[in-house]
């Protein structure tokens, strides 16, 4: 999955459950300011963007640590550092 499909699809929401509109806005701007001034490509700037939202305390009061800290693993594991390798299997039996 692209780093802009697991935030709109995963962590946008996740956060508008528990943080409403207003302060989901304001978490992900912190949270993308880090992403345009990380160095590297999409995926590390992404990792980036999930360590920023880890530090912000008002997740971590919110969350707890260990909640933060799972929920962002989690969501690191949907956009894998390294591309994953696609097999296509086509029948030629025809």
Same mark, same amino acid.
């Given at each position: 999955?692209? !780093?802009?499909?697991?935030?709109? @699809? ?6 508008? &459950? ?46 707890? !640590?260990?909640?933060?800290? &799972?929920?962002? @693993? @989690? ?6 550092? @390294? ?12």
């Amino acid at each position: 999955m692209d !780093p802009e499909t697991c935030i709109e @699809e995963h962590i946008e929401p996740a956060l508008l &459950r528990d943080f409403g509109l207003s302060e989901t806005k304001s978490l992900l701007a912190t949270a993308t300011l880090a992403y345009v001034t990380a160095g590297g490509g999409k995926i590390r700037r992404y990792r980036a963007f999930l360590d920023s939202l880890a530090a912000n305390e008002r997740l971590l009061r919110k969350w707890g !640590p260990e909640r933060v800290s &799972r929920q962002c @693993e @989690e969501w690191k594991d949907l956009v894998p550092l @390294e591309p994953q390798p696609v097999v296509v299997i086509k029948d030629t039996s025809s």
